[in-house]
Structures are given as C-alpha cells and as structure tokens.
C-alpha cells in the first residue's frame, strides 16, 4: 500500500516535457486571431478634432507660408570682381606679347646680312618670344601635376628665351631712339640759322681782309670768326638738349622730389628708359600665369 502511494506522488511531480516547434505554431495561432479580433477596427481621433471650432483663427492670412530654399551662391558669384580682373590680365599678356613678337621680329630680321639670313632670324625672334609667353604657364601646370623635374627644365627654357627677347628689346629701342634723337638734333631752326649766316659772313670778311696777308684787321677777322662759331655750336647745343625733352624733365622731377638729395644724370634715366621699354613686352608670359591661376577652381 505504502509502496503505491509513493508511486503515484512520484508521478505527479514529474517534470514537463518541452513543446515541439509544431505544438507551438499550433499554439500561437489561435493567440494572434485573438488579439486581432480585439483590435479596435477604428483609429484614435486625431488632435484636430479635440480642440474647439472657436480656436481657429477666421483669418488664414497668417498662415505660414512655405520656405523655399536659397540657392548655393559659389564663391566665385560672390567675387565678380575676380573674373573681370584675370581676363584683363590676360588682355593686357596678350598685348604685351604681340608687341613683344613684333619689335623683337623686327630687329632680328634687320640683323640679317641677306633676305633669307633675315627671314632666318625673324623664325627665332618669333619662336623664343612665343616660347617666353606660354612657358611659364606651362611650367607651373606641371609642377601641381607633381611633374617636378620637366617643370623645372620649363623654367630653364623660359629664362634662355626670356634673355634672349630682352636684348633684342634692347636692340630695338636703341636703334629707334639714337635715330629719333638724331633727327631731332639735326633740325633747323630759326637760331640755328642766324648763326650760321652770321657765321658765313664772318667768314667772307675774314677771306677779304686777309687775302692781301696777316695784319691787324685780319686778326679782328679771326676773332670774329671763332666767336660767330661759338654761337652757332652753342645753338645747336640747345637744340640737341631739346631733342630729349623727358630726359631733361625726368632731371627736374628726381630732384625736386628728393629735395635736391638725388641728381641723376640724362644716362642715368636713358639707361632706365632703355631697361623698361625692353623688359616689359617679354613679361606677357607671366603676366598670362597670374591670369590663368586666378581662374583656377578656388583661387580666391
């Protein structure tokens, strides 16, 4: 009897036995038709309908009214200004270059001793200044493209052409303004011409009274010869002063900015002038670099 009893507890504190996956599809089905069912078929009100007619304002006037995006402004619309100065820029490379072909063309075709030994010398002239005027850009194009070595050798280029053009420049202006001066120097004025009347007769007196040999009125001859040529060369002294009249008020400004410290002579400014007028047709090329980096994608 005892030994039934323990039996049966023992079979009823037997432990469960887990489900199956189908036993639980089973069971979870039914579950979920359950909680659909209780589902309210309606949703909530919306917030609208909970507040009052009365607080709708009558006036839709007020109503906010949509935003539209502003447009993306780049920088470079920001800086007009920027655009308009590299295209003058580059006017100004081109300019400078054609000017720079042309005297530089010029005077190396004056140095031919033939026709063809000057057309020779013109193809130089025009290829080493063309060369000076895109080099640069060139040059700098390569070395952002991390092309170091023939970007230098640009640069080497560059500088042979650039020196080349210079003297050529050189050349030019000299031979223009020695002859310009010249034919300054060489014109006749009306003080220019008294004095050498003045002289011519000078002399017909002098020959008069010294045919018949030397004596005391022959030597007032003479004097007065050496002093009516004297006139005459101081005349065109002047005139040959006047032949170069900026040299002589270049003279005056230095001074009178210097308050008399500086006092260059008329070489001195020659030389300068000369310089200037050789360098700057042969900067066109660097002046077409600064143009063309400034129109660059963020330059700024």
Same mark, same amino acid.
């Given at each position: 009897?005892?030994?039934?009893?323990?039996?049966?507890?023992?079979?009823?504190?037997?432990?469960?036995?887990?489900?199956?996956?189908?036993q639980r599809a089973r069971t979870y089905r039914p579950r979920k038709r359950q909680r659909a069912k209780a589902a309210p078929d309606a949703e909530s009100p919306s917030s609208e309908s909970l507040?009052?007619?009365?607080?709708?304002?009558?006036?839709?006037?007020?109503?906010?009214?949509?935003?539209?995006?502003?447009?993306?402004?780049?920088?470079?619309?920001?800086?007009?200004?920027? =655009? +308009?100065?590299?295209?003058?820029?580059?006017?100004?490379?081109?300019?400078?270059?054609?000017?720079?072909?042309?005297?530089?063309?010029?005077?190396?075709?004056?140095?031919?001793?033939?026709?063809?030994?000057?057309?020779?010398?013109?193809a130089i002239g025009v290829a080493a200044d063309l060369a000076a005027l895109v080099m640069p850009s060139c040059a700098v194009g390569l070395w952002h493209t991390r092309q170091r070595a023939t970007?230098?050798?640009?640069?080497?280029?560059?500088?042979?052409?650039?020196v080349f053009a210079v003297t050529a420049g050189i050349g030019f202006a000299s031979v223009n303004m020695t002859d310009v001066a010249t034919a300054r120097a060489a014109r006749v004025t009306p003080?220019?011409?008294?004095?050498?009347?003045?002289?011519?007769?000078?002399?017909?007196?002098?020959?008069?009274?010294?045919?018949?040999?030397?004596?005391?009125?022959?030597?007032?001859?003479?004097?007065? +010869?050496?002093? =009516?040529?004297?006139?005459?060369?101081?005349?065109?002294?002047?005139?040959?002063?006047?032949?170069?009249?900026?040299?002589?008020?270049?003279?005056?400004?230095?001074?009178?900015?210097?308050?008399?410290?500086?006092?260059?002579?008329?070489?001195?400014?020659?030389?300068?002038?000369?310089?200037?007028?050789?360098?700057?047709?042969?900067?066109?090329?660097?002046?077409?670099?600064?143009?063309?980096?400034?129109? =660059?994608?963020?330059?700024?």
């Open positions: 009897m005892a030994e039934e009893t323990i039996a049966s507890i023992i079979a009823l504190h037997q432990p469960k036995r887990g489900k199956t996956a189908a507040i009052p007619a009365g607080f709708f304002s009558a006036n839709t006037a007020f109503t906010e009214s949509p935003v539209t995006p502003l447009p993306l402004v780049t920088s470079r619309a920001l800086r007009p200004s920027n =655009r +308009v100065a590299s295209i003058l820029l580059m006017a100004a490379a081109f300019a400078l270059a054609t000017v720079g072909v042309t005297t530089n063309g010029w005077f190396a075709r004056s140095l031919g001793s033939s026709d063809v030994a000057g057309w020779l010398f013109l970007s230098i050798a640009g640069w080497a280029v560059w500088a042979m052409t650039f003080a220019v011409t008294v004095a050498q009347s003045a002289l011519r007769d000078a002399m017909s007196a002098r020959d008069r009274e010294c045919m018949h040999g030397l004596g005391k009125f022959c030597r007032e001859r003479e004097a007065a +010869v050496a002093e =009516r040529r004297q006139i005459l060369d101081g005349a065109m002294a002047s005139l040959g002063q006047t032949a170069d009249p900026q040299t002589d008020a270049a003279i005056k400004l230095v001074a009178w900015v210097s308050h008399g410290v500086l006092r260059p002579s008329g070489d001195d400014f020659a030389m300068l002038r000369l310089v200037l007028l050789a360098l700057l047709p042969q900067i066109g090329g660097i002046l077409l670099m600064v143009g063309r980096s400034a129109m =660059r994608p963020g330059a700024s």
